[in-house]
């Protein structure tokens, strides 16, 4: 099945982009990013950027408090083949035009890819280009919930997503 990713949200107050690769199946199905109720990101956002607070319930608040916190959401992936929510399951991937929304914003300063799938399509297509390469480039651990040899939990991925802190200085 192809699967599209959504619009960017990101506006001129952003300083760091977070890129997944392409929304899981809960996700594309609520039309939301990182709708996926196991899914760490929005408790490593609130936990980072929001004094420890749980997530707002309703979606356009978490949007809103991602954009009051400088952080743009979008996906490396505009559209790809896949069945489920795996990234190794993702065929024929077609990159979005992140050079383009980076000259867009230029207060961005860091591109901070969720996961391994994220930078690497993000590095072969993009790896190069000059807008790109102007900005940190962070990789960090996927917030998905499966548990892999370094990060079992929320825990240890909030410790190493505590490395976002230094751009917001």
């Known amino acids: 099945m192809i699967v599209h990713s959504f619009p960017p949200i990101i506006d001129a107050g952003c300083r760091m982009l977070i890129l997944g690769s392409m929304p899981g199946a809960a996700s594309l199905k609520a039309h939301r990013y990182y709708w996926n109720p196991r899914n760490y990101m929005w408790r490593i956002l609130y936990a ?4 420890g607070r749980e997530p707002d319930d309703e979606y356009e608040s978490r949007i809103a408090f991602a954009l009051r916190s400088g952080v743009a959401l979008w ?3 505009a559209s790809c083949e896949r069945e489920g929510s795996l990234d190794s399951e993702i065929r024929q991937a077609i990159p979005n035009d992140i050079p383009g929304l980076l000259a867009e914003y230029p207060r961005v300063r860091a591109v901070v890819c969720n ?3 994220s930078f690497s399509e993000l590095i072969k297509h993009y790896g190069e280009h000059p807008e790109v390469r102007k900005r940190e480039l962070l990789r960090m651990p996927s917030t998905s919930p499966i548990p892999t040899r370094d990060y ?3 825990e240890d991925r909030l410790e190493a997503w505590k490395r976002l802190l230094d751009i917001q200085a």
């Not at 980072?48 to 004094?51: E, S």
Request: net charge neutral.
């Open 48 to 51: 980072l950027f929001g004094d």
């Open 75 to 77: 996906d490396t992936i």
């Open 115 to 117: 996961g391994t799938k």
């Open 152 to 154: 079992r939990g929320l």
